[in-house]
């Protein structure tokens, strides 16, 4: 069987393959990306469906539009005016099915073998993929606890005039980083000054700690001339309410947003409409002001434990800061006395002792840090972090 081209460019994600090492009875696991399922607003999301089904059962349960089903649209549109985002009308924006449909969108609209794409160093695995999937070459920018370096980005954007330049602003993942106020007006001026599309992937926003960060990019375009028409907003519910209804938003430019619906109509007609239904219904009844304050209470906790258990039991081996938000915590092994520098190395001996993260280095789309970790605090509760921080400290 001869197979598309294209899939030279991709390899399975070694997050994936690592999940299938995680059968070990007792495994405390900080590997995974995604938000605790205990966090769920079950009985919110219950009343939801039911409204859908017993006010529009017809629109819940048929076939919809591409675009997305309207109410939901409306929803989001205020969401989104809610968190300073001005001007924006429900035809400004379609839903897709999660957000890394969006990414796809974008990735096939715009890149073509051949092209650049910057993305942060490190970034978000699964758009890496994406992104080759579709034949550019990917580069990463180097990034601190500020965000992007953008005096880096610039001198990329005039050497290799990208297509596009990926950002994770706001506790990105797997950084857990967040891009200074500064830095991002800096960004908006760059999209311009070289008219380059900025994809601005928002997944984490809501799920800060203590002040809110910097309004998002897309919030800041009407501060800086022109650059709305050179920005693509990604965002989603699925980090604050539920995975599993796969609602995501794409917000651009019209020109670009009409050949990504093409595309989306090509790929999967719309997303599931009694999905984005139940989602319209829970926007609809208030209920996420709650939800956010007690998943960022939850998690502030944890990332505290986590933070101290680190310096506790690793101390001078591991480099870290301590993440503002988000889901997930960025360290690297310095090999103080000695120690261990290989986070691929620690892996393994972490998981024979009952503890599992993801190694670092595949978050990177070239020149890969291999002493850099990545640990997850969303999934495990103060007790088993402390325990598994505890055995992660017996692995060195």
């Known amino acids: 069987m001869q197979f598309a081209d294209r899939l030279n460019n991709v390899e399975t994600s070694a997050i994936r393959e690592l999940f299938k090492l995680l059968g070990k009875p007792g495994i405390i696991s900080f590997a995974g990306g995604f938000p605790d399922s205990a966090m769920f607003d079950v009985e919110g999301i219950r009343e939801a469906s039911a409204r859908a089904l017993t006010e529009e059962p017809g ?37 897709t099915t999660g957000s890394q449909q969006a990414l796809d ?29 579709y034949g550019p070459q990917v580069l990463g920018v180097p990034i601190d606890e500020h965000g992007v370096q953008v005096d880096q980005l610039e001198a990329m954007m005039v050497q290799h005039r990208p297509k596009l330049v990926y950002l994770v602003p706001t506790f990105g993942n797997p950084s857990g980083a967040m891009l200074s106020l500064e830095r991002r007006l800096q960004v908006l001026k760059l999209a311009v ?24 990019l897309l919030a800041l375009t009407d501060q800086v001339p022109g650059s709305r028409e050179w920005l693509v907003h990604c965002g989603s519910l699925s980090k604050v309410l539920s995975p599993g209804l796969r609602v995501g938003w794409m917000i651009a430019p019209e020109p670009l947003l009409a050949r990504a619906t093409m595309c989306k109509q090509f790929s999967d007609a719309h997303t599931s409409t009694f999905a984005q239904a139940t989602a319209a219904q829970y926007l609809k009844a208030g209920r996420m002001p709650d939800t956010l304050n007690t998943v960022r209470r939850v998690y502030a906790e944890r990332a505290s434990t986590m933070g101290e258990a680190l310096s506790k039991e690793l101390g001078s081996a591991l480099r870290f800061t301590q993440p503002l938000g988000g889901l997930f915590f960025w360290a690297n092994l310095t090999g103080a006395n000695g120690q261990e520098t290989d986070g691929s190395a620690l892996a393994k001996r972490a998981i ?21 970790i990545r640990l997850s605090f969303a999934t495990a509760d103060v007790a088993k972090i402390k325990e598994g921080i505890a055995r992660l400290g017996q692995s060195l």
Do not use: H, W
Request: aromatic share 10%; proline share 10%; hydrophobic share 40%.
């Open 59 to 95: 629109a819940a349960l048929q076939y919809g539009a591409t675009e997305g089903y309207n109410p939901l649209r409306e929803q989001l549109a205020a969401f989104m005016a809610s968190k300073g985002v001005k001007g924006l009308n429900p035809e400004g924006l379609i839903v």
């Open 105 to 133: 969108l974008v990735a096939k609209t715009l890149l073509n073998p051949g092209d650049v794409a910057l993305v942060e160093a490190p970034t978000f695995l699964a758009t890496i993929q994406c992104f080759r999937l």
């Open 352 to 372: 024979e002792k009952g503890v599992a993260f993801v190694p670092g280095a595949p978050f990177y789309a070239n020149n890969p840090d291999t002493s850099a």
């Open 193 to 216: 000054k070289y008219q380059t599309v900025v994809v601005e992937d928002d997944p984490y926003g809501d799920l800060y700690f203590g002040d809110a960060p910097p309004p998002s």
